[in-house]
């Protein structure tokens, strides 16, 4: 098994899978507190307001968030954040917290959770499309829950993909066209792409799908075809239907809220699951703020993130 810490993280992978496991077991269990998030539109992108609250962590706060797509293009990030934590006795701010990087290792960590339960197989081929930040920390995380046999990797520019090979040595890796990097045993799409990339005709049986680049009206990566032949677990039924892979195959009538199987949480505490080598499961992931609260909570202990400390 390959591990790929990232180094200016000074997190360990393994903790980072551990603490989101448990937040979406206790979001299984009904015991967080969890508003949908709030976005707030611009002409080029927008920003998210994502509070949460986990009392078995003793843990609240807010993440402010922004995704803006022509970012790199200028030489910013796409996704960058901000959480706050509050003291949930007192309400004194306790931290302030540069999110960015966090937040690109707490979906990463989703992903790998997901994968760990929904994949058919222990080692895998694992497809990647896309190349960025997130395409990254999606299998750093995913390595260290599973054996990754061969990785396959698209992106709109190849020398992109090429670049994305060299930062994991220890993996066979190769570019690919979209429908060869889909011939895999998990499938991780990470664009932020508004009209399915992804063919129907493309998804063998027993594929495995991360959908994580489908965080906002309107965006989706997958044809709706594979959404009706798959078990669909989500994170969290407001978002999904909201802002998920599912959210415009539901206001085309092409997908129903009843076609839902469960949330990863469900997925985590054994209630839904794989239930056959055959079969294709999809994890829809629009990102939780109960996510940045638990990897929050580990940077704070670490001493790495704080910008700022109140009395």
Known sequence: MHYYPNPAAGLNVHDVNAAIEEAFAEHGRGKVQMPPKLYIQFEQGDFRTMPAYIPSLSIGGVKIVNVHPENPARGLPTVMALTIILNPETGIPEAVLNATL??????????????????????????????????QAQVSAIAAELSIRELRVWSRKEENAREFCTKFPGITCSPGELREVCDCDVLTTTTPSREPIIRNEWIREGTHINAIGADAPGKQELDPAILSRAQVFIDDRDQAVHSGEINVPLKAGLFSEEQISGTLGDVVLGRKGRRSEKEITVFDSTGLAIQDLAIANIAMKSGNFISLRFP
């Open 102 to 135: 966090l937040t690109d290792l707490r979906t990463g960590a989703a992903g790998a959770v997901a994968a760990k339960y929904l994949s058919p197989k222990r080692e895998i081929v694992l497809g990647v499309v896309g190349s960025g930040r997130q395409a």
